[in-house]
């Protein structure tokens, strides 16, 4: 249970709410174990009736009726105070799931994009959802049952001693054998929850990306393909639930059959000290009650194992991510206002998930309110110099300077904050059009959406459907084109007014008249801001202040777009085709 130490210190958070639980359960067991022993004593008077002791039927009467009466109040009394403890410690445990899961999705937010690179989104969901309701099982009925066993044992075989030791002691024969049982039968289970929770994982992962990638796969039709493949790990999956099953199958009937042993042991060696009159009747049905009051606990030794023991698994998978430590961290809480110059001195970056090296010695200097345009073949680096503005990366060598400050040395959430970011893929969230442009500020008036949406050269399109602003979009925006998207996620960055825009290869999926207004549009939008737009056209970038030119990861060319087209190069030659392609 090493692992499932990390959830001690909400055990420590709860404490109270747990010892009040405890207290209850103490007090409904010790009211519940009080049954045998009025049945025993109702057994002995009527015994004592029999055999001469007691002359008076109505005295026995009486005792017999006011123990009846004492036995249905201690019944509903010890329901009662069930239902307290439940509420204790069942509550207490869905709180705990709620924090879990909230330390969870905050440390997957802290998390670098680099662990996304390296970790499949399936694989992160489970762990979040299954392997945390795993946990739960174990902070709350694992729990409960557990004290409820502890106190039956302690209080039942503590009376069971006061009535009589040398019964006690036969009763306790067949624990041992429970013992070995259930420390063998724990590191089975254990074992195989690790893996039937690694292969929902893999199933998770693999309808998660067939359903995202449904497109593709109905265009190519290789939906039987996808099924056999489906099935495949579907049946691993089941195979891996039968395998753990079967292990636990074996607990119930185990512990049916201890007990069932220590009623024989009763049966017989209480018999024989009754015929030899050295105890009552009642005293035999009083052991035969104890012994059957503590079957349910015993009989769910097995149960709770394999909830632990699950549990011990899911939170070994979960502390694997919880201990990961972000590769980029915010080592300033002091926030500033971005003026908007950007320094890359001998910049190099490898990739350590794929040991490339896309950036090699990038030097070059954005000043305040400048447009840079870098341009470049694919696989060229342009995207690696904006992902290490934005810090989604760090430099493996050289440093980078924002307002002439090492970037790790400032406000990480500052610096993103005053950053308008149009990814190269766009991502569009499942809600309204609206609240998606509203992303990128949340306070933003009708007016401001529909000016962002204007300069995005998107408004006309979105007033055409039928809701409007107000229409929801499908998972990852599928209900608009690709221009659609892109112009959407423009509206998005601008409406946030930031220091810095980014626009990473965003006119691609759009016709060279659209890209054109746009542009103008974001001209007027960008003055007085730091503006980085990557493009393959040249049309992009032949108004910026500054083009940057790379090839496998290096600056081959930079300036005007004036002095470059008087010096022979890449970006002469993409200027010659482009021109030439829109001639034709």
Not at 184 to 197: C, D, E, G, W
């Amino acid at each position: 249970m090493k692992a499932l130490k990390y959830i001690n210190k909400y055990f420590l958070k709860y404490k109270w709410r747990f010892l009040a639980g405890l207290f209850i359960t103490v007090l409904s067991k010790l009211l519940a174990l009080q049954v045998p022993r009025i049945i025993g004593g109702s057994l002995n008077a009527v015994e004592d009736y029999q055999s001469g002791k007691i002359i008076e039927l109505d005295t026995v009467k009486e005792t017999l009726l006011f123990n009846i009466l004492i036995i249905i109040a201690v019944t509903i009394i010890a329901g009662f105070l069930t239902f307290l403890m439940r509420q204790k410690i069942i509550v207490t445990s869905r709180l705990i799931e709620f924090d879990l899961k909230n330390e969870i999705y905050n440390q997957y937010q802290r998390l670098s994009l680099n662990f996304y690179k390296k970790n499949r989104t399936g694989d992160l969901m489970n762990r979040i959802s299954e392997d945390v309701t795993k946990v739960r099982t174990y902070v709350g009925p694992a729990v409960m049952y557990s004290i409820n066993m502890v106190v039956l044992f302690i209080v039942g075989f503590t009376q069971m001693a006061r009535v009589d030791g040398t019964l006690t002691l036969y009763t306790l024969l067949p624990f041992p054998i429970l013992a070995v049982s259930v420390f063998f039968l724990s590191k089975v289970i254990h074992n195989r929850s690790a893996i039937v929770q690694q292969y929902l994982s893999k199933l998770t992962s693999f309808n998660q990306e067939f359903f995202s990638g449904i497109n593709v796969v109905k265009s190519y039709g290789i939906e039987s393909s996808i099924i056999k493949d489906f099935d495949r790990i579907s049946d691993l999956s089941k195979e891996k639930n039968i395998h753990l099953n079967k292990a636990n199958a074996l607990f119930f009937p185990l512990m049916v059959l201890l007990i069932g042993i220590s009623n024989l042991i009763v049966i017989y060696i209480g018999g024989k000290q009754y015929i030899n009159g050295e105890v009552q009747i009642g005293i035999i049905v009083e052991f035969i009650l104890y012994v059957n009051i503590l079957t349910w606990p015993v009989a769910i030794v097995g149960w709770v194992t394999s909830m632990v023991q699950q549990a011990e698994a899911s939170q070994l998978r979960i502390n694997e991510f919880l201990q990961q430590v972000p590769e980029i961290k915010n080592t300033n809480d002091h926030s500033f206002d971005l003026k908007g110059e950007v320094t890359f001195k001998g910049v190099t970056l490898t990739y350590d998930d794929t040991g490339i090296t896309a950036l090699k010695n990038i030097s070059f200097t954005v000043k305040p309110g400048e447009t840079i345009a870098i341009l470049g073949k694919t696989g060229s680096g342009k995207t690696s110099i904006i992902n290490l503005i934005s810090r989604l990366y760090d430099a493996t060598t050289g440093s980078i300077l924002i307002d002439k400050k090492p970037i790790k040395e400032t406000n990480l959430d500052a610096l993103r904050n005053q950053i308008g970011f149009v990814p190269q893929d766009p991502f569009l969230f499942s809600d309204t059009i609206e609240n998606n442009i509203k992303f990128g500020e949340e306070n933003a008036t009708n007016e401001e959406i529909i000016k962002a949406a204007k300069n995005a050269v998107v408004h006309e399109n979105i007033m055409e459907f039928k809701n409007g602003y107000q229409t929801i979009l499908g998972e990852r925006g599928v209900t608009l084109s690709g221009g659609q998207k892109q112009r959407v996620s423009i509206a998005r960055a601008i409406i946030k007014n930031p220091s810095i825009l980014i626009f990473d290869d965003c006119l691609s999926a759009v016709d060279t008249e659209t890209e054109e207004t746009i542009l103008s549009n974001l001209e007027q939008v960008s003055k007085n801001k730091t503006t980085f737009i990557i493009s393959h056209r040249v049309s992009s970038a032949k108004n910026a202040d500054k083009i940057l030119v790379l090839d496998d990861g290096k600056i081959t060319q930079q300036g005007a777009h004036s002095k470059l087209l008087e010096k022979e190069g890449y970006y002469k030659e993409l200027y010659a085709q482009q021109l030439l392609e829109k001639d034709l």
